[in-house]
């Protein structure tokens, strides 16, 4: 009888490897053992070397697993999710940003309308947006029809060309669900004013430039007289790199030093997050995955059209963005600043006393 090796992976994770390298099953059982295997220690890259599956595939399939899981239970027709266990993993990780009450009604809307992984990212976008609204604008009802008809209505009302204006127009039609949404549309066919659209704010997105910009954190052991003990149990500061971050061992806190700009200064209850750049609103389409640090005052939940808010997402994560009307959710605080960390062309060229002299 052979004794396994020492580092050998277990049974059941060289099953799951071979069914994702077989492709066995459906994305919804490749999803689940994707899954399985990052929860048994396997890094993205390491089950890309073992299956084929990349790493954005892999994240892909898990995601919209979960937006699958949150339609199971009869949430829709056994129809719909016979589809979708089949085919449309690309379409389910798009509807990742609804609430999991709405997911179920837009799966069914996605299907009914036959819409592809494209047209179902503008219609989850369109149906995130009304969500917000504390009440469906008149005429308009809940459906997802009219939530995505409302989109393409406030669009075609801002287009001067008749070619673009009618086109926008046709999709509105389309989707209308309610008579009152149908009317309102074709109102436009005969209105011909052009509603220009309330533009987003600029980010409050600064970099910092200079040494003196950036503070540095030294950590204070109390008042004199010390004694020995308090003064040999401090714990040596690591500080970050990038914005000179400090983590206590102790505790799961951090500190970081901030210039002290008016708008830090001024904020009642200032907090800090760190996020990519390609996270933040209206960035998602940049390739900078850069750290950037975000303020929010969390004292400022007064909605104004001019300032992004972070609010609660319906998964319990915050959320950030600009709302043009006041949304139906609590907001939680306002985006003060954003900071994206200094520029160093030779980071070691900076550990050089005899440079830094001269």
Known sequence: MTTPAHNSPPADTEALLLQLRRKQGTWVDWAA??????????SPQAIFEGTG??????????????????ITGGAVSDAVLEHFTARGSDALYELRILAKEDRARAVQFIHDQGLDSEEVRDIAKALKEYAYRSEPPKG???????????????LA?????????????????????????????????????????????????FRLE????????????????????????????????????VRSSLAQQAWV???????????????????????????????????????????QQAWDDNSYFVVAGDDGLLTMGWFDVEPSKGLLGRVIVI??????????????????DE
Request: aromatic share 8%; with cysteine; charged share 20%.
């Open 33 to 42: 053992a994707c899954q399985s295997l990052q929860k048994m220690g396997l």
């Open 53 to 70: 599956f990349e790493p954005i595939q892999q994240n892909q399939i898990v995601v919209a697993g979960q937006v699958y899981q949150s």
């Open 140 to 154: 308009f009802t809940d459906h997802p029809g009219d939530a995505v008809a409302f989109s393409y209505w406030g």
């Open 157 to 205: 009302r801002q287009k001067s060309d008749l070619q673009a204006r009618s086109r926008l127009i046709a999709q509105g039609l389309r989707f209308a669900h309610s008579g009152g949404a149908r009317s309102a549309i074709e109102k436009l066919l005969t209105d011909f004013e052009v509603v220009k659209e309330k533009p987003a704010p600029r980010l409050p997105l």
């Open 210 to 245: 200079t040494d003196s910009d950036i503070p540095c954190v030294v950590q204070l052991l109390g008042e004199w007289p010390l004694s020995v003990d308090v003064f040999q149990a401090a714990l040596p500061a690591d500080p970050d790199p990038l914005f000179g971050i």
């Open 257 to 299: 030093p901030v210039p002290g700009w008016q708008v830090v200064i001024t904020a009642q209850d200032p907090v800090a997050l760190l996020l990519p750049f390609n996270a933040l609103p209206g960035q998602q389409d940049s390739s900078s995955a850069e750290m950037v640090l975000v303020l929010v005052d969390r004292q």
């Open 339 to 356: 900071v994206r960390p200094k520029k160093v062309l030779d980071e070691d060229y900076t550990q050089e006393l005899w440079q830094i």
